[in-house]
């Protein structure tokens, strides 16, 4: 699914720059659950950026399904983003305007699902994440947990082969925070989704299959 092969990520500051990964190999295999782990500014949230086209490497090639992602144009990248990939943000980034059912239906206007399609799919995704209810809701009417929740609905809104999750607890108290973690989990095992998911808390990574830790931008251990 997912092959890395000598990347590094240099961010220019100063003479040098600031180096946030640094020579990178890493091979992620289809539905996979791997805990990207490591203390603050290690280059967790970095790496998930570089998978997922946000960012650009240095050097060095990522591949998903054997394209290496940095060869592709600008519309190639945003078709991949737009239908392979699914993000979870920490700050859930959903827009403010929409209600829950719109939200999760936005990405499907990008790749321009029909009408029915659209509403089926947004009402599925919903029911999966225990907000059918809720879907009139704006995100100022949802607590914490929900705006994920709805946040992870949307990422698998155009059922995407692999979903990127950057630190998707740190904004919600634990037991919730737990509850998420759970959802993702069960959404791997049932539909075979690969999920990356960036964590520093060791609670999470005893849920993922596989635990990769960074430390100063540099695979310093890997259980696998």
Do not use: C, W
């Not at 998930?48 to 086209?53: A, E, R």
């Not at 650009?56 to 591949?63: K, L, R, S």
């Not at 929900?146 to 607890?169: F, H, K, M």
């Amino acid at each position: 699914m997912i092959k890395i092969k000598n990347l590094s990520k240099i961010y220019p500051l100063g003479a040098l720059g600031v180096s946030a990964l640094k020579n990178i190999n890493l091979t992620v295999a289809t539905s996979q659950f791997v805990a990207i782990a490591g203390a603050s500014g290690s280059g967790k949230s970095t790496l998930l950026n570089v998978i997922g086209s946000v960012e650009q490497p240095t050097t060095g090639i990522v591949q998903i399904d054997e394209k290496d992602i940095s060869r592709l144009s600008n519309d190639d990248v945003a078709h991949l983003r737009a239908r392979r990939i699914g993000f979870v943000f920490q700050t859930f980034n959903l827009l403010p305007t929409l209600t829950a059912y719109e939200n999760v239906e936005f990405p499907m206007h990008l790749i321009h699902t029909p009408a029915a399609e659209r509403h089926d799919r947004v009402l599925s995704l919903l029911n999966q994440v225990g907000l059918e209810r809720f879907s009139h809701h704006k995100p100022s009417q949802l607590s914490g947990g929900q705006r994920q929740r709805v946040a992870i609905a949307r990422a698998l809104a155009n059922s995407p082969s692999v979903i990127l999750a950057d630190e998707p607890t740190a904004n919600v108290d634990r037991t919730t925070g737990i509850e998420i973690i759970q959802l993702l989990k069960a959404l791997n095992q049932k539909m075979g989704v690969t999920l990356l998911l960036a964590t520093h808390d060791p609670s999470i990574m005893q849920q993922a299959g596989r635990v990769v830790e960074l430390l100063d931008g540099q695979i310093v251990k890997d259980s696998q």
